[in-house]
């Protein structure tokens, strides 16, 4: 079975106060709005269908709305 839609949304402006445990700085928003423009670019590279989202500068973090879902046949 193959992926065929992802669930996607932008980083917002305020981007850089989201939740981190890194010490690599302030995120740059610039870079990440690139960064998340390619991803999305890949993913329809590899034929999913993209649901978009808008970016949500309520949670600076919304931007991760992935979640993994493995699917298995159900054993009777």
Known sequence: MQFTRAL???PSPNFADGLTTSSLGAPD???ALAQ???YCRAL????LA???LEADPRFPDSTFV????????HAR
């Open 29 to 31: 928003v610039a870079l």
């Open 44 to 47: 329809e590279a590899c034929g």
């Open 8 to 10: 996607v949304r932008p």
């Open 36 to 38: 998340h423009e390619a």
């Open 66 to 73: 992935e979640d993994a879902a493995i699917l298995t046949p």
């Open 50 to 52: 993209l649901t978009r």
